[in-house]
C-alpha cells in the first residue's frame, strides 16, 4: 500500500504575462500514480508570495474575467508601498489575500472530486517572475 501522505512539486513555467493557468490535468496525473483508488484530500500550494491558486471555470472566459476582476481591486500603478520590480508590482503581494496561495480538494476513489465546470488554476499577476512552483500533496 503506497505511504499515507505523498508529495511532488511541479515546475511551472507562467511566462511574461499575467497568467490563470489550469493544473488540473497535472492534478489528476498526481492523483493516478499516488492515491490508488483511496479517499483522501489534495492540497495545492503555491509557496509564492505573488501568486494563487483559484478554483473555477477555464475556457469560456471566466479566467480572463478574474484577471479584469483583479486589475479592478489591484491595479497596476504606483499606489502601492511595496515598490521593487515592475510598475504596481505590490499590488502582486496582496493578491494572495483576495486568491489564496492554497487549495484543498476532496478526492473520492482515487480521482479529483470537482464539479462539472470546476478546474484547478494557478493565478499569476506577478511578470517578473516566470519561474513556479506548486507543490501537491496527497492525504489518503
Known sequence: MPAAFTTRVLHV??????RVMDLTRDCEAFLREVAAGRDGLLNVF???????????????????DLLAALHTLLPADDRWQHRHGSPGHGRDHVLPAF???????PVLGG?????????????DTNIDNADRQVRLSFLG
Open 99 to 105: 486568491v489564496p496561495p492554497h487549495a484543498t480538494l
Open 13 to 18: 513555467a507562467t511566462g511574461s504575462r499575467e
Open 111 to 123: 480521482r479529483l472530486e470537482l464539479g462539472t465546470w470546476q478546474s484547478v488554476c494557478l493565478v
Open 46 to 64: 503555491v509557496p509564492h508570495a505573488t501568486a494563487g491558486v483559484a478554483i473555477l471555470e477555464t475556457g469560456a472566459g471566466s479566467d480572463d
